[in-house]
Nanobody, 127 residues
Framework: QVQLAESGGGLVQAGGSLRLSCADSGRTFSRWIMGWFRQAPGKEREFVAAISRSGAGQDYADSVKGRFTISRDNAKNTVYLQMSSLKPEDTAVYYC????????????????????WGQGTQVTVSS
């Protein structure tokens, strides 16, 4: 059974920073492509960032490029999302996701491409 658990969300002022973490209890974390998605009330779940199995490859949504950084520590079975220069429009529930089957050069950016999901953590950015 795959279990993903997000943490690190909270309330922050615009311009501030937060670091989200996603920990997996399994033994094969390093085999998975990992991603972050977010969902605001009344909106579809949208892609934020993805990272390759080794961590060398990364992709970001245009809306967060230059502000967010995704990283992973396979020894700790953990993926991170460092968020800086936060804006009120970043307010959403942030979800961690894992893709077991990715094999192409491009990282997946659609939620349907991922196999496992965490419960989400709330990020609220005040103006």
């Amino acid at each position: 059974q795959v279990q993903l658990a997000e943490s690190g969300g909270g309330l922050v002022q615009a311009g501030g920073s937060l670091r989200l973490s996603c920990a997996d209890s399994g033994r094969t974390f390093s085999r998975w492509i990992m991603g972050w998605f977010r969902q605001a009330p009344g909106k579809e779940r949208e892609f934020v960032a993805a990272i390759s199995r080794s961590g060398a490859g990364q992709d970001y949504a245009d809306s967060v490029k230059g502000r967010f950084t995704i990283s992973r520590d396979n020894a700790k079975n953990t993926v991170y999302l460092q968020m800086s220069s936060l804006k009120p429009e970043d307010t959403a529930v942030y979800y961690c996701a894992a893709d077991r089957g990715g094999s192409g050069l491009l990282l997946p950016t659609y939620s349907t491409e991922y196999d496992y999901w965490g419960q989400g953590t709330q990020v609220t950015v005040s103006s």
